[in-house]
């Protein structure tokens, strides 16, 4: 017995979501700085334009946690679900494929993967797709592990992040 149909093998690699970030700002890097190592002051790399200049990157960076989707994004094209957030058939409702109506979920964690830091005047666009579909055997029964990726690249075409995220349903 399986919860991975021939329809939900297809699916992988589907587009879920596309969005683009407005240009990174210098303020924005900065209170995302701040708010982070608060109590303590940020590394100057964040906040110090004359001390970054003399990086090798020649400007203030972003963390690597910054996140330019955090307020608003200047476009978006997400599958319409037309379900609950917290669905479990979620992802193959939006894909318009047959669900595996499986009723319980959890978080089985993500991964990330850095590559160029977020500069200021930089437009992030994020591609996040359905990668996987693999199962396991559990005390519960069959559980079904789905992985997403989220891919960050910037307007050079350069990786800035990849986030691998797994859900386990059952």
Known sequence: ????????????????????????????????????????????????????????WGSILAPE??????????EEDVLDVGAAQNTPDRTEIGLGITPPGLKFQLNGGLHS???????????????SRLADYTERSGRLGLMLFTVFEDTWTNDDGDLVKRTRTTLIRY
């Open 113 to 127: 993967e850095y590559g160029a830091p977020m500069r200021p005047d930089d437009v992030i666009t994020s591609v």
């Open 1 to 56: 017995m399986t919860n991975i149909s021939a329809e939900m093998r297809a699916a992988v690699g589907r587009q879920l979501s596309r969005r683009v970030s407005y240009p990174v700002s210098r303020s924005d890097i900065r209170r995302w700085a701040l708010a982070v190592y608060y109590p303590e002051p940020p590394p100057s790399r964040f906040i110090d334009a004359d001390a970054a200049a003399k990086s090798r």
């Open 65 to 74: 946690d910054f996140n330019p989707f955090a307020w608003i994004s200047a």
